[in-house]
């Protein structure tokens, strides 16, 4: 029951405060609520994300994430290219930090983590402020006889954007995804996001 009260909470606080995002640079990639990595790790992504009005359009992005304590904080950056014909590619950066919150039990199914951060994307005459924060919801599914781990999860996000244009807006937007860690040394990422930003987002991150 005490877990419930938590993430009703920590969802509550989400939302009356207004701050997350599809990930901090904007794109629809999310995050499983487990490192998984023991030092770090260091991968990157291709995103495709349907915006409308300019913010569709395709990312490349490599990432780097280590752990200290009990949080572990994370480093992105890459181009993104538009869809529209009269908008340049932009560079976006971001970072982000992430620490469990939530461990299944009996009574409660899932494990979770707070993730909060923030990005800009500069270009095209501008330079939008993303500041993210956001619930991770999944478990890990073990197969017997094999090495191989599948974390599904959810991630409900808010997100403000704030620039010239868009001026500044609060959204909501539903991350789905999984992480497939084929071995102790290599994951495999793939995420979706619904309503304010849609789009897929896939990725490969190497552990240490």
Known sequence: MWKRIVVGTIVAVI?????????ETGQPSFSAPYRTFSNHEV?????????????????IEGRYRFGRGKWDIGFRGGIFD????????????GASARQRVLTHDGKFPLDGAV???FGL?????????????GLSLGRQVTFENSQVVLVPYVQPTLFITAGDVPSTELNFTLGLGA????????????????FDIEGVSLGATFTR
């Open 82 to 93: 538009p869809s529209s014909a009269v908008l340049d590619a932009t560079v976006v950066i």
């Open 43 to 59: 991968g990157g992504n291709l995103t495709f994300r349907d915006g409308g009005g300019g913010l569709d359009g395709t990312a």
């Open 121 to 133: 994307e500069s270009g095209n005459g501008g330079t939008v402020l993303y500041i993210p924060a």
């Open 179 to 194: 992480d497939l860690k084929l071995s102790p040394r290599l994951a495999l990422n793939l995420s979706f996001g619904v």
């Open 15 to 23: 939302v009356s405060v207004g701050i997350a995002h599809a990930q």
């Open 115 to 117: 993730i909060l951060g």
